[in-house]
């Protein structure tokens, strides 16, 4: 006798398939499903002993650990190197943050043997030159300088954060009356690994 072969289930048949009293009936029951009450899940009793352990765990006194030898060591010869800062000098580098952010001119201190800014001065004097050259010795108002010059040292500089870096430099420079000062204004964009040279004026200290 041959088995029957089980047919099977239908799918169910999709919202778009039924006719508007089905799908109707089917949001009903969706709904009445969904907001049915529900039996709440029977609750597992705790163990007493489990119970009594861990709340003696939560509730005992936490005692702080004595630092190693090693540990303590490092401590102490931490804070004799960070004492403790004075309000003048908090104040000073909370102004001097502030300044940064809202695009105010800093000093920068140490000119002469900051690589950077002498490397920035002496790219202004060689970018000096070049224009110079270029426009045939004719001054402009970025270049009034109508002579070459040869670079000495950047004698003091400022920075300000402005769509880069803006640096207000002292540059000595040499031409054939000696070493005179001349301020100029070379700004950075990193992102872009770019300098240029804004102005380059003599100096009138």
Not at 19 to 33: F, N, P, W, Y
Not at 163 to 181: C, E, F, Q
Not at 187 to 203: D, G, H, I, Y
């Amino acid at each position: 006798m041959e088995r029957k072969k089980k047919g099977k289930p239908e799918p169910e048949k999709l919202g778009c398939d039924m006719i508007s009293e089905e799908l109707q009936a089917h949001v009903d029951k969706e709904v009445h499903d969904h907001f049915k009450p529900k039996k709440p899940e029977p609750k597992i009793p705790l163990d007493p002993t489990a119970n009594k352990f861990f709340l003696a765990m939560m509730c005992q006194s936490k005692k702080k650990q004595p630092l190693s030898d090693y540990d303590s060591s490092i401590t102490k010869s931490w804070e004799k190197k960070t004492p403790c800062c004075s309000p003048s000098s908090v104040a000073d580098t909370a102004a001097d943050a502030l300044a940064a952010a809202v695009g105010g001119r800093r000093d920068i201190t140490d000119v002469g043997a900051n690589k950077e800014v002498q490397s920035l001065g002496r790219f202004a004097v060689a970018e000096h030159n070049r224009r110079l050259r270029r426009s045939g010795g004719v001054a402009t108002s970025s270049g009034p300088v109508t002579v070459l010059l040869s670079f000495g040292a950047v004698a003091a500089a400022q920075e300000q954060v402005v769509s880069g870096v803006a640096y207000y430099l002292k540059v000595i420079a040499r031409d054939d009356r000696g070493d005179r000062p001349f301020d100029a204004v070379v700004v950075v964009k990193a992102w872009l690994k770019s300098r240029e040279l804004v102005s380059f004026t003599p100096s009138p200290k």
